[in-house]
């Protein structure tokens, strides 16, 4: 059996049949990368293990929020149905410090997690009675050599042909766009 949680949280659950009779503790990234002393399992079935119990924490947390789950081929997902805060909104602070409420996807996931999370800055998974991992609500910031604008919406389109000249080189015209 593997678990985040100690041998002691088993007590009283496993039934007369099961005894635990010895526990090893290991750091998560040493399982995962299969370098434990006592490496039980190889290590990709090891990745696999700790992304079933974390998904396991996981819907708990959604099913102890009560959010409904819908049932997809080979999945779930929770969603918040109409009621589900006051006024039908989550308010978080957005990327840039502010607290707010903007309908972009972004955002509304920034929404779902403060509200997961309380309004506070992480989301608490339980993997035991004692063992616990902190989720942060605030996406990670970096900074990117590529960078995406929204086109404008009466901004012309240009047609972006690249015909190639000799080896390395390309020459980019402009033109109307077939649509």
Do not use: H
């Given at each position: 059996?593997?678990?985040?949680?100690?041998?002691?949280?088993?007590?009283?659950?496993?039934?007369?049949?099961?005894?635990?009779?010895?526990?090893?503790?290991?750091?998560?990234?040493?399982?995962?990368?299969?370098?434990?002393?006592?490496?039980?399992?190889?290590?990709?079935?090891?990745?696999?293990?700790?992304?079933?119990?974390?998904?396991?924490?996981?819907?708990?947390?959604?099913?102890?929020?009560?959010?409904?789950?819908?049932?997809?081929?080979?999945?779930?997902c929770a969603?918040?149905?109409?009621?589900?805060?006051?006024?039908?909104?989550?308010?978080?602070?957005?990327?840039?410090?502010?607290?707010?409420?903007?309908?972009?996807?972004?955002?509304?996931?920034l929404a779902?997690?403060?509200?997961?999370?309380?309004?506070?800055?992480?989301?608490?998974?339980?993997?035991?009675?004692?063992?616990?991992?902190?989720?942060?609500?605030?996406?990670?910031?970096?900074?990117s050599p590529?960078?995406?604008?929204?086109?404008?919406?009466?901004?012309?389109?240009?047609?972006?042909?690249?015909?190639?000249?000799?080896?390395?080189?390309?020459?980019?015209?402009?033109?109307?766009?077939?649509?």
């Amino acid at each position: 059996m593997i678990s985040f949680a100690a041998a002691e949280d088993f007590q009283g659950f496993l039934g007369d049949a099961l005894i635990i009779e010895r526990s090893i503790r290991f750091l998560v990234t040493e399982f995962v990368q299969g370098t434990c002393e006592d490496q039980i399992v190889e290590r990709a079935e090891a990745r696999n293990f700790v992304f079933r119990l974390l998904r396991i924490a996981w819907e708990n947390l959604l099913k102890q929020r009560r959010l409904p789950i819908y049932d997809l081929s080979n999945a779930q997902c929770a969603y918040f149905k109409k009621g589900f805060a006051k006024d039908d909104k989550a308010f978080f602070n957005g990327v840039d410090g502010r607290r707010t409420f903007r309908p972009e996807w972004r955002d509304r996931m920034l929404a779902a997690m403060s509200w997961l999370a309380d309004g506070k800055e992480s989301i608490k998974l339980r993997l035991g009675k004692t063992a616990t991992i902190d989720l942060t609500t605030y996406p990670l910031m970096f900074k990117s050599p590529v960078s995406y604008m929204e086109p404008q919406k009466d901004a012309p389109r240009i047609d972006v042909d690249y015909e190639e000249e000799e080896e390395g080189e390309a020459t980019v015209s402009e033109g109307p766009v077939d649509e």
